[in-house]
């Protein structure tokens, strides 16, 4: 069984930075896509930002690329999500996901393992 813990959460004004982690135990970290996910007040679910096992390979959601930056250290069992250039539209809780494939997907309904979400407000 694979447990996730996120943190790193806050409140920031739009403009600003904050750097989501989720710390992953089990093992065999380094075998799932590991991802971000996000869910907005009466809204769905949206993927983030997922990265393949050995950290090598990307892929953003149009609302988030070329601001944010999703980082793994397989050592550490730990995947990162540095948010920059924050708008309030990203105001949302943010949890991480595991996925034990080689293929990154973005359907929440592909994810093995989920985190209980951190809260990120971004002020206007």
């Known amino acids: 069984q694979v447990q996730l813990v996120e943190s790193g959460g806050g409140l920031v004004q739009a403009g600003g930075s904050l750097r989501l982690s989720c710390v992953a135990s089990?093992?065999?970290?380094?075998?799932?896509?590991a991802a971000w996910f996000r869910q907005a007040p009466g809204k769905e679910r949206e993927f983030g930002a997922g990265?393949?096992?050995?950290?090598?390979?990307?892929y953003y959601a149009d609302s988030v690329k070329g601001r944010f930056a999703i980082s793994r250290d397989n050592t550490k069992n730990t995947v990162y999500l540095q948010m920059n250039s924050l708008k309030p539209e990203d105001t949302a809780i943010y949890y991480c996901?595991?996925?034990?494939?080689?293929?990154?997907?973005?359907?929440?309904?592909?994810?093995?393992?989920w985190g209980q979400g951190t809260q990120v407000t971004v002020s206007s």
């Open positions: 996901a595991l996925d034990f494939t080689p293929f990154i997907r973005s359907s929440s309904r592909q994810y093995d393992y």
């Open positions: 089990g093992r065999f970290f380094s075998e799932f896509v």
């Open positions: 990265l393949n096992g050995s950290g090598g390979t990307a």
